[in-house]
């Protein structure tokens, strides 16, 4: 209870404007004022934007030569190979384009390595499979943009290179065919935060224009929206529209192995949201790559036979238990370790190694250790005197930035601000350790390491009724930079005593003047125990539509709660 720092915006007068201006409830307009939308052109395509608004392809630089030369190998039969990465944003990048470019014709395959075996990125002995696959044109989505040696081994063979890519440069860019990245100064593009997959559908928006065929561009949003939810790319601009309309397209899915994919989920018949693309979709997707299976994920998307993308479904399925099981029981060490060695009072950055975690697995615990302690966590896995790591961080610190400060130490790297992989030599660990940690003590402030919840608006749950419930649909899909509104309801009565689910979740009704509210507190089994029935609380909550049975139901879901 009050585990965090409670930051409440209070109702400004460019918010009153804002709501006078466009017609929308005040706490509505200070949402939006909140996400530094305050003039009423702005807002009203926040809330009503259509696809028409999103970005012409052809302000990425690169574009413009990049579709000339596929149309070029379209034209004169060249073969073009495919290279991508193993998560989910690489996994469907390379579906997207895989089918776009044989919807016109263009003889087409695909490579991307094995997490395990392998690792990330272009490496300059892939040449050779291109080479062996008799492609004279190699397009990489999600990663190349450090290909340096490859794109050199490439061109001295005669093979083209076109880069896609979203993740930050090194020192020297490839002298690529063509460069697709959007967070690149000479790219001149509006929108820097676009996944793997987004700036693919670019390039597909590009060649589909091209060939006259612009209205079946849209039909790629389902995998946009799936591969942009699942890479944690910032739900502003194009990103919140593509994925908008990508999640509202699949409720009508033709694709068979989607379709199996979306029923395994138990979403059949549902509106999909991000909650259901980041927790049930993209994990299993996702576990063919963190278990070195990638080839049966890509594969789903091509059956076209209901028995087989059936088998290869539940396969994905046992696969992700599978990664539960393995990723619960290095969370679990790695916790054990931290408090045995009261490692999150020592250090203000967690690095932690061992020979017997997963490789593929120990970033999804990284993750889950920055929220339990709120501070940037790498976790290594050891392996033939090498450290493979994978890191996530709090908001305020870079992890990229990091790593670039003890490049010398690091045999490669790569990211983006919250998250990154790096590999190096294991004896270098404890140097690694040291400077990464002298640098976070330079960089990361007690202030920062302290949970914060920035609350939206103070409301009554009387406020929360028909009208303010459309406001926040439109306010959706919630995600990074686009954050699910936050709320604070003061002196709060709760009705009879709170429930203790499963031993760790919590369960109140609530009573705000005469209306009622279901409230859950989720792993916050011990605040059952802490509250009784008639105390009046104030409470921090966001709002959560649940269905069960094919009805749906509004409750609260608690961050924090604190006597009143």
Same mark, same amino acid.
């Given at each position: 209870?009050?585990?965090? !720092? ?21 706490? $509505? ?81 695909? @490579? ?41 081994? +490439? ?6 290179? $076109? ?30 935060? !676009? ?39 910032? *739900? ?24 199996? !994919?979306?029923?395994?989920?138990? *979403? ?22 963190? *278990? ?9 998307? @091509? ?36 408090? /045995? ?77 919250? +998250? ?47 009208? @303010? ?81 094919? /009805? ?13």
């Amino acid at each position: 209870m009050n585990e965090a !720092l409670w930051i409440l915006t209070p109702l400004d007068e460019m918010a009153r404007g804002l709501s006078a201006e466009i017609g929308i409830p005040a706490h $509505i307009a200070q949402i939006l004022v909140n996400r530094k939308i305050a003039d009423a052109e702005t807002a009203h395509h926040f809330l009503y934007g259509t696809l028409d608004h999103l970005n012409n392809p052809f302000l990425m630089g690169g574009m413009m030569k990049a579709m000339k030369r596929i149309l070029k190998a379209k034209c004169s039969g060249e073969k073009i190979l495919i290279f991508g990465d193993y998560d989910v944003d690489g996994i469907l990048s390379v579906v997207a384009l895989s089918k776009a470019l044989r919807s016109m014709g263009i003889d087409v395959d695909y @490579f991307i390595p094995d997490r395990m075996k392998q690792g990330y990125g272009l490496k300059s002995e892939y040449v050779d499979i291109a080479r062996q696959n008799r492609s004279s044109l190699v397009i990489s989505v999600d990663c190349g943009i450090k290909a340096v040696d490859f794109v050199e081994s +490439a061109k001295r063979q005669g093979i083209d290179v $076109i880069i896609t890519d979203h993740h930050q440069p090194g020192r020297r860019l490839p002298e690529a065919c063509s460069i697709l990245n959007p967070v690149l100064d000479s790219s001149g593009y509006p929108d820097k935060h !676009l996944a793997g997959i987004g700036v693919v559908f670019k390039l597909i928006q590009a060649l589909l224009h091209e060939e006259g065929n612009s209205s079946l561009a849209p039909h790629y949003l389902k995998l946009v929206s799936i591969g942009t939810v699942a890479d944690v790319a910032a *739900l502003t601009g194009e990103n919140r529209l593509m994925v908008k309309y990508g999640l509202d397209a699949l409720s009508n899915v033709s694709n068979i192995g989607l379709k199996n !994919l979306i029923e395994n989920c138990g *979403l059949k018949g549902r509106k999909v949201t991000v909650g259901d693309v980041g927790f049930r979709i993209g994990p299993r997707i996702n576990a063919a790559g963190r *278990l070195g299976l990638t080839d049966l994920a890509v594969r789903l998307f @091509f059956s076209e036979s209901q028995e087989e993308s059936i088998n290869m479904v539940k396969r994905l399925d046992r696969l992700n238990t599978e990664r539960q099981k393995i990723e619960e029981k290095i969370q679990k060490k790695s916790i054990a370790r931290i408090e /045995e060695r009261n490692l999150s009072r020592k250090y203000r950055l967690l690095v932690l190694g061992c020979d017997e975690w997963h490789r593929g697995v120990i970033g999804i615990v990284a993750s889950k250790l920055k929220d339990l302690y709120h501070r940037p966590v790498i976790l290594f896995f050891y392996q033939d005197g090498r450290a493979f790591g994978s890191g996530r961080s709090i908001k305020e610190f870079s992890l990229i930035n990091c790593l670039k400060h003890c490049h010398p130490l690091l045999l490669n790297y790569g990211g983006h601000i919250v +998250a990154v992989g790096c590999e190096l030599e294991r004896n270098n660990m404890p140097r690694f350790r040291a400077t990464v940690n002298s640098y976070a003590d330079e960089k990361i402030t007690d202030q920062d390491l302290k949970r914060k919840l920035r609350i939206d608006a103070k409301i009554r749950f009387r406020d929360i009724d028909t009208v @303010f419930m459309e406001y926040m649909s439109l306010l959706s899909p919630f995600g990074v930079g686009n954050p699910k509104p936050l709320f604070l309801t003061e002196g709060a009565e709760v009705v009879g005593a709170p429930k203790k689910l499963s031993g760790k979740h919590s369960k109140f009704l609530l009573r705000d003047d005469s209306v009622i509210f279901e409230a859950l507190a989720w792993g916050k089994g011990r605040w059952a125990d802490a509250v009784c029935a008639g105390d009046s609380i104030d409470l921090v909550y966001s709002l959560q539509l649940s269905h069960y049975l094919g /009805e749906e139901k509004l409750n609260l879901s608690l961050e924090d709660i604190r006597l009143h």
